[in-house]
């Protein structure tokens, strides 16, 4: 009898770890790109997490550096001039080095983390894919962008790296994963409707009048619910995007052009300056008074709701739904996605939970990393 097996007949309810920790062990170089709200947390995530993964499944995360929108950061790259003088550490942003910086040698498995929101960036992943880096992000434009981007993209990872984005449709709940699974066991996407915005969902529980709608706009975004740019949210863009993904998901070439959204923003602060936006705020006030008012008139709630279905039909907006809605009673930043296919036709699948702000959200991406990380093979 060999150890496993003698181990097994000894304690049959206590099964040894499919893979023994030694002989699976792997270094995986990481850089982040956007140690912002999600990005920070993501970093004090997995420096929590090295430890216990290195022990149990032999996985090493080195992180290698962190990139922001003006200065950069890489580690060991000058160890005598780093000691010599801590500024030299820092250098401007240059995502064509860091990327090289992170892959290193052919011999090392190295990933990029997009933690940003920039279109920049997310334009550069078909070269890191095609170069063999592996790519994670909740950054939305890259998987809702222009569709010979997301193409090339997905051409890249067919054949370099490979790429994740979980948490670009809401944050930490398993909404792609779970669409993937349902298509590739062959199931068939024949619609999906939801609350897809975490902030205008927090939003809507939370406005009954006795709070301006625009001290509540603030609140969110000091909590980590928005995007960067408020009106991403408000305009119902965030939302859009995330409908594209999963249309593109599931095979529908959909863009963002193809979806009907009802904005929040007034056209008169659409294009201010974001700070400008911030200090008028409260002209939002006047604005979102009215739909409230007509939600309490049949006494029902206020939503934002989006669909989608396989005739190309998708839209996004404000609605307001009697009291036994299903999605009338969600809780704070809750997010909720219900996937009609042909299994689940009559009864649909429901996805719901918190669908915002940067510990789910960087734990999203975390799990994003560890499924890559499991495929690797064991490098010498
Ligand atoms: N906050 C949330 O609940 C969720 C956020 N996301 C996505 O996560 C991403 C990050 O969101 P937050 O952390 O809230 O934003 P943030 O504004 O706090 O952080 C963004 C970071 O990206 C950096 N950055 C911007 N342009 C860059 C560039 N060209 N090169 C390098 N770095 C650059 C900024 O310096 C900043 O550190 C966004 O794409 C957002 O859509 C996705 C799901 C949920
Ligand atoms: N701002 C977004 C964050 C997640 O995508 C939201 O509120 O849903």
Redesign the pocket.
């Known amino acids: 009898m060999d150890s496993c097996a003698s181990l097994i007949a000894e304690h049959p309810h206590r099964l040894p770890p499919l893979h023994a920790a030694s002989s699976r062990r792997r270094t995986l170089a990481i850089g982040l ?7 920070s947390v993501l970093l004090s995530q997995l420096r929590s997490a090295q430890e216990r993964l290195a022990r149990e499944s032999g996985l090493e995360l080195k992180l290698c550096g962190v ?4 200065r950069m950061w890489l580690d060991c790259d000058d160890p005598e001039l780093n000691a010599q003088h801590d500024a030299q550490t820092w250098r401007p ?1 240059d ?1 064509d080095q860091f990327a090289t910086y992170v892959r290193g040698d052919d011999q090392r498995h190295a990933m990029l983390i997009d ?4 279109d ?2 997310a334009s550069q992943y078909p070269y890191w894919l095609a170069s063999g880096l592996h790519v994670v ?5 890259a998987s809702s962008g222009p569709l010979s981007r997301w193409q090339s993209i997905r051409a890249a990872s067919s054949h370099g790296g490979r790429f994740r984005y979980e ?2 449709v809401c ?1 930490g709940l398993p909404v792609v994963q779970t669409l993937r699974d349902l298509l590739d066991t062959g199931d068939q996407l024949l619609s999906v409707e939801g609350m897809f915005s ?1 902030t205008l969902a927090w939003l809507c529980c939370q406005y009954d009048g006795t709070r301006p709608f625009s001290e509540l706009v603030r609140e969110a975004h000091a909590l ?5 740019d408020p009106r ?1 949210d408000l305009s119902g863009m ?1 939302v859009a995007r995330k409908l594209v993904i999963l249309a593109r998901e599931a095979g529908w070439p959909l863009s963002l052009q193809d979806v009907a959204v009802q904005s929040l923003v007034p056209p008169e602060l659409a294009e201010l300056p974001l700070e400008e936006f911030m200090e008028r705020l409260d002209e939002l006030d006047a604005v979102m008074s009215q739909p409230l008012a007509a939600a309490q008139a049949v006494d029902g709630v206020l939503r934002h709701v989006a669909s989608l279905d396989r005739d190309g039909r998708a839209q996004v907006g404000l609605q307001a739904l009697p009291s036994p809605h299903p999605f009338a009673h969600t809780r704070l930043t809750d997010n909720i996605v219900q996937f009609r296919t042909l299994r689940y036709s009559d009864n649909p699948m429901l996805v719901q939970g918190p ?4 510990e ?2 960087a734990a ?1 991406v975390f799990a994003d990393l560890l499924r890559i990380a499991e495929s690797l093979e064991v490098r010498a």
């Open positions: 790109i956007g140690p912002g709200r999600v990005g990139a922001a929108s003006r942003t995502l933690c940003s929101a920039s920049a960036v992000t909740p950054n939305k434009l948490a670009t944050a975490g980590g619910y928005t995007e960067p991403d965030d669908g915002a702000g940067p789910v959200t999203g």
